[in-house]
């Protein structure tokens, strides 16, 4: 399904399918106010966790002075401010089986975690590999994982994500698909530390 046609603020920040537009169109069409709502899109997870959001209706002389508002077709969308690099290039869709579903071609932002370093050219070295090898492999598996820090004694610490994190072998493709790439390649790196709650896909260090 292609997308509705841009809106007229400004540059296009997520698309909205037809179907999408169309479902939505119908729930706020069965709100008090109707003609005053627009659908804000929030991203409500936390930095090295999938992406989780949060739909819903609010009226439009509400939103906040920073917020981005979108119209499409008529319908007004609101991102936060927060959000907008993160829901550059994403597509609101709507299908049968699935509902309102968002595809979300970016990364969530790397967490920040007291005591490991990101910013050396051992990083820059495993970043590297992750980019190149590791997260095209796990992308066949709709998984990728990101690369938090290393604590400069051999240990790379990553989160997963997609359709690695919350399933069965996510632990083994971690430490026996991730670990071997990063140890035969990167010299420095002995180990690998997922940082995954994999019950959740949540990191453990923010709860």
Same mark, same amino acid.
């Given at each position: ?34 003609? @005053? ?7 409500? *997870?936390?930095? %090295? ?5 949060? &739909? /819903?209706? !609010? $009226? ?42 968002? @595809? ?7 967490? *920040?975690?007291? %005591? ?5 050219? &051992? /990083?820059? !070295? $495993? ?81």
């Amino acid at each position: 399904m292609s997308p509705l046609s841009a809106p007229a603020e400004t540059d296009v920040i997520i698309s909205i399918t037809a179907a999408a537009h169309e479902q939505i169109i119908t729930m706020r069409d069965e709100e008090p106010e109707l003609d @005053r709502l627009g659908l804000r899109l929030e991203i409500i *997870s936390d930095p %090295g966790e999938d992406f989780r959001y949060d &739909l /819903s209706f !609010e $009226v439009t002389t509400k939103a906040a002075f920073s917020d981005e508002v979108r119209t499409h077709d008529g319908l007004k969308v609101i991102i936060p401010a927060k959000d907008v690099d993160l829901l550059t290039g994403a597509t609101l869709d709507y299908t049968g089986s699935q509902g309102l579903v968002i @595809r979300n071609p970016n990364k969530p932002l790397v967490p *920040s975690i007291e %005591g490991l370093v990101r910013d050396d050219e &051992l /990083s820059a !070295e $495993v970043e590297a590999l992750v980019a190149s090898e590791v997260n095209p492999a796990l992308a066949a598996h709709g998984g990728f994982v990101t690369f938090v820090g290393h604590d400069t004694e051999g240990t790379a610490y990553m989160t997963m994500g997609g359709g690695c994190h919350g399933c069965s072998m996510s632990r083994q493709t971690m430490l026996d698909g991730v670990q071997t790439m990063l140890v035969e390649q990167v010299a420095g790196i002995d180990r690998v530390r997922d940082l995954t709650d994999h019950t959740t896909g949540a990191t453990p260090f923010y709860h």
